[in-house]
């Protein structure tokens, strides 16, 4: 079956503009999960939805960052104000209900000019 | 200290040995440990998971836990070049979240 998929996968934007990136997570999976990976670095933890609503946002940087799953399949990760240091290759993943396992998409490589 | 923590490497093994990575953990009451394999400008891709004291072997690949010691190891027997990339341990510490160490670079020389 088809895996957890992300567009864009590359994203060039100016600092200071707003950017969205999209993540379809495997289907029948209630879980999804945004990390962020700098270059050199393990993935690191944004947010973590159960169904539609978010179960757990700490990993969140700051208010600038925010991330919706309105139907509880589909998410979107909201970036304003972009900063340079937003700049990174920001990562999706799913599970399904039965199990903690949680398999990655491509990612989406963004780059704040 | 970090909450993972892994080598950074590289790790270099020639074609056909045994490549041995090595995490360790901060958290004693963690319960869920992975591995993945992430090439070059890709993503993680799972390799296995564990969940209890002992090894748990899938083909090439034996991981091995040892929660009183708070670490967890990945061995690949008969190392292709193939398998030349930077391997993450990841655990569950709380909640759902992977907490992911910083990776090992694996380079297997033909």
């Known amino acids: 079956g088809a895996g957890v998929s992300q567009t864009p996968s590359n994203k060039v934007t100016e600092k200071g503009k707003y950017v969205e990136l999209r993540c379809d997570p495997i289907s029948g999976h209630t879980a999804l999960y945004w990390y962020r990976q700098s270059l050199g670095q393990g993935p690191e933890f944004l947010i973590y939805?159960?169904?539609?609503?978010?179960?757990?946002d700490s990993g969140l940087p700051n208010d600038r960052f925010f991330a919706v799953r309105p139907e509880g399949s589909v998410s979107t990760l909201k970036i304003q104000r972009t900063e340079r240091g937003d700049s990174a290759v920001y990562l999706c993943?799913?599970?399904?209900?039965?199990?903690?396992?949680?398999?990655f998409g491509p990612g989406t490589r963004l780059t704040v000019l | 200290q970090k909450e993972v923590e892994q080598n950074s490497g590289p790790l270099s093994v020639p074609e056909g040995a045994i490549a041995s990575l090595n995490c360790t953990y901060s958290d004693r009451g963690s319960q869920s440990f992975f591995w993945y394999r992430q090439y070059s400008g890709k993503s993680p891709e799972l390799i296995m998971s564990i969940y209890s004291n002992g090894d748990k072997e899938d083909g090439r690949f034996t991981a091995q836990l040892n929660k009183a010691s708070q670490y967890v190891s990945l061995l690949i027997r008969d190392s292709q070049p193939s398998d030349s990339a930077t391997y993450l341990c990841?655990?569950?510490?709380?909640?759902?979240?992977?907490?992911f160490g910083g990776g090992t670079r694996l380079m297997v020389k033909p």
């Open positions: 990841a655990v569950i510490l709380a909640g759902n979240m992977l907490t």
């Open positions: 939805f159960q169904g539609t609503g978010a179960a757990d």
């Open positions: 993943a799913s599970s399904s209900p039965y199990t903690d396992t949680q398999y």
